[in-house]
């Protein structure tokens, strides 16, 4: 148990953040599944919207500390990579 009052709110916080980084994370991991699942389709047009409806979500993620920077970038790049292989 918080024993000062600066030690309660700082639970209070963490609880409120952690429930937005659930969420970030969540509706980031849906969106990559969304863009993987049109790739595992074969569905170029519906994998190219939904990477960019992914891509700033999973940036956002990264800029706000859900996940590391260069993980996020990383996810991105090799779903781009995966959809421009749609293509051929």
Sequence with gaps: ???TS???KAVRQIARR?????SRNSQMRSLVRKVEEAI???DRSTAL?????AEPVIMRAAQKGVVHA???SRKVSR???KVAKLAT
């Design 79 to 81: 779903l781009a990579h």
């Design 70 to 72: 260069n993980a996020a």
């Design 49 to 53: 919207t939904a990477l960019k409806e």
């Design 40 to 42: 595992a389709g074969g």
């Design 6 to 8: 600066s030690a309660r």
């Design 18 to 22: 952690t429930e937005i980084n659930k």
């Design 1 to 3: 148990m918080p024993n």
